[in-house]
């Protein structure tokens, strides 16, 4: 039986941050954005109410700078709460990379931190920049500018994606092509679809199958998958016949294509399910733990999630493969910050990595700890609860 409040009597047990709002953010930049009755303001991390809540609609803080919207118009408020960039926008986002995409007269231009026009307000839309550069959009067509406003490649394609590692990818008729950071074609319009360059490999749809090209635009890697992931330190989940294995950069195997399952890589280690078997192996494929059930996921730190399917209940095993939480919750989150997130009857509260119970399952939401805080709801309100208010005995 799941003891569900942990004896609260004996327990001085509270909130650091009360649960008073309709709605909390997490912190950004050391403030979280909050709300009551549709309106908007920003507290710190001792619950100190420190930008008052009257806002329309805000966004988190962003290079020290919010986005903020009231009677319809968006300025910019510093963390003290003054308006820095005054409210003249039809819309404004945050700031990324010293600029800002802001909306006047139904065209998207960019400001400074100083709320200078730097960038004309003549595109239908406007991204953020990365790697310097940043998508643009006239008429359902897309093209790049620098942070100066100069046009890097022409307005000409129907569809675009951010730059990455020095290139991007975007599509004319159909047919995705590769530019480099001057606009130079390097792979030709060929494919159904591409994806993003990661650690120097891009996936490519040709054929009905997947592979990858590197930055000369070579295919370095066959189209012969079903699907691919993207590269992560050197590997990358592919999908053949119905299975998924893992490939490393040359594209050889680490992992056969004969798993129906494989979890992210952690702590060292893949979660595979094998012939309805779940196994733990290193990134040679090396076996280092074979578990009794079928389901589960990868490690965090030190504890992996898995499913007893007959139950359909949910707990924790630890890196030998014994079962250190019992599967007796409906959900449970990864560890973060030595507690997990564990829901009953739609009832959330935290475990330890005992298994201990040290915050009751009262809370209607809950969400996992960071940098020492949770947000949590009870009785439809928000707040946080602090790592400091664990079940201190009286």
């Known amino acids: 039986m799941i003891q569900k409040n942990n004896n609260e009597s004996n327990i001085n047990y509270r909130l650091s941050i009360p649960a008073v709002y309709d709605d909390i953010h997490d912190f950004s930049e050391g403030l979280a954005k909050v709300k009551i009755n549709n309106k908007y303001g920003f507290i710190d991390k001792k619950g100190k109410l420190v930008i008052p ?5 805000a966004h988190d803080f962003s290079e020290k ?3 903020v919207k009231i009677n319809n118009k968006w300025g910019f408020i510093n963390q003290k ?9 039809d819309n404004a986002f945050s700031f ?3 600029l800002a995409s802001v909306k006047i007269n139904n065209k998207y231009g960019s400001i400074d931190r100083k709320g200078n026009l730097v960038i004309p307000a003549i595109y239908d839309d406007a991204y953020d920049f990365y790697d310097e550069l940043a998508l643009v959009e006239i008429n359902d067509t897309f093209g790049f500018i620098n942070k100066t406003g100069k046009l890097v490649t022409p307005i000409i394609y129907d569809d675009a994606q951010s730059y990455s590692e020095g290139f991007t990818n ?5 047919k995705w092509g590769f530019l480099d950071k001057t606009g130079k074609l390097i792979s030709p319009f060929i494919y159904n679809h591409a994806e993003r360059f990661s650690e120097g490999l891009a996936s490519v749809h040709i054929n009905d199958k997947f592979g990858f090209i590197d930055k ?3 295919l370095a890697i066959p189209a012969i998958f079903d699907a691919t992931g993207i590269f992560e330190k050197g590997l990358c989940k592919v999908f053949m ?4 294995g893992i490939i490393d950069k040359s594209g050889e195997f680490v992992i056969p294509a004969i798993c129906t399952h494989i979890s992210d890589f952690s702590e060292g280690l893949f979660g595979i399910v094998h012939n309805n078997t779940l196994k733990y192996v290193d990134k040679t494929n090396k076996l280092i733990l074979t578990t009794d059930f079928i389901c589960g996921g990868h490690f965090s730190e030190g504890l992996a999630k898995v499913v007893d399917i007959h139950k359909l209940k949910l707990g924790f095993i630890d890196k030998k493969g014994e079962l250190v939480i019992p599967t007796i919750y409906d959900h449970i989150s990864d560890f973060s910050e030595g ?4 829901n009953v009857d739609d009832k959330h509260g935290f475990i330890n990595r005992k298994g201990e119970l040290v915050i009751p399952i009262i809370y209607d939401d809950a969400h996992s700890f960071l940098k020492g805080l949770a947000k949590v709801k009870i009785n439809g309100k928000y707040g946080f609860i602090g790592k400091e208010n664990i079940f201190t005995k009286y």
């Open 53 to 57: 809540i009257i806002y329309d609609y």
């Open 65 to 67: 700078l919010a986005t």
């Open 81 to 89: 709460g003054d308006l820095v960039i005054p409210n003249i926008y």
């Open 96 to 98: 990324h990379d010293g």
């Open 170 to 174: 975007v599509s004319i008729n159909g």
């Open 216 to 218: 000369t635009g070579e």
């Open 241 to 244: 016949n119905g299975r998924c």
């Open 339 to 342: 507690l997990a997130v564990v």
